[in-house]
């Protein structure tokens, strides 16, 4: 089982929809969690961290984290364009470790 | 600016004809680290320092030789490059580990790497 797990995708919405993206850990003592967008042939950039089970905010993302079901997710609300991009899911798995998924590739339409 | 700065962006080399990719920093970064990224496979990290003169192995580390004279400067060596080291790494920074409260990584532009 890989330590981080995401959907390779493509996932494909309709600008304006709601763009949920998924990913599941194994290490169960996981404790920082971290969304990173990287947009085609650039680098990857930070767009969200979350800590603590629930919800985290900001401006139109949405990350969830549920501990108990080692999973964290990314909601994107009101999907644009300009966010087709691949995400990628990053898990600390230990001491000063981050471990990252092989991304979800989104792909907003207009 | 603030960036990390990777050179070259692009290059070919033949197998075994030693290369050495820099990354330089101007944050103050203490931490430094080097990822490369393959398809399907995702960003993989070959080594990491916690600060000048500490280094340690990632989960990729055969093939590959680092080092950490300067706080800045953070280079890639690959003694004997072989055709699959063929990818594309990222030299990447952060003040803290990475995995810290409100710690994020800084990437370079990435150097996509072919050995013929």
């Known amino acids: 089982q890989k330590e981080v797990e995401q959907n390779s995708g493509p996932l494909s919405v309709p600008e304006g929809a709601i763009a949920s993206l998924n990913c599941t850990y194994s290490d169960r003592v996981s404790q920082s969690f971290f969304w990173y967008r990287q947009y085609s042939g650039k680098s990857p950039e930070l767009i969200m961290s979350?800590?603590?089970?629930g919800d985290k905010e900001d401006g139109r993302f949405t990350a969830q984290l549920n501990k108990a079901s080692q999973y964290v997710s990314l909601l994107i609300r009101d999907s644009q364009p300009s966010d087709s991009a691949t995400y990628l899911c990053a898990v600390n798995t230990g001491f000063q470790k981050l471990v990252f998924g092989t991304g979800t590739r989104l792909l907003v339409s207009p | 600016e603030a960036q990390v700065t990777q050179n070259p962006r692009y290059l070919i080399t033949v197998t075994g004809k030693k290369l050495t990719v820099t990354c330089s920093q101007n944050?103050?970064?203490?931490?430094m680290s080097w990822y490369r990224q393959d398809p399907g496979l995702g960003l993989r990290q070959i080594y990491y320092?916690?600060?000048?003169?500490?280094?340690d192995k990632g989960d990729v580390p055969e093939g590959y030789k680092v080092s950490r004279k300067e706080k800045r400067n953070f280079p890639l060596i690959l003694e004997s490059p072989s055709p699959n080291q063929t990818s594309l790494y990222f030299c990447?920074?952060?003040?803290?580990?990475?995995?810290?409260?409100?710690?994020?990584?800084?990437f370079g532009s990435g150097t996509q790497l072919s050995v013929l």
């Open positions: 979350i800590y603590s089970n």
């Open positions: 990447a920074s952060s003040f803290r580990p990475p995995t810290g409260v409100n710690e994020k990584l800084f």
């Open positions: 320092s916690m600060n000048v003169e500490v280094t």
């Open positions: 944050m103050n970064h203490e931490y």
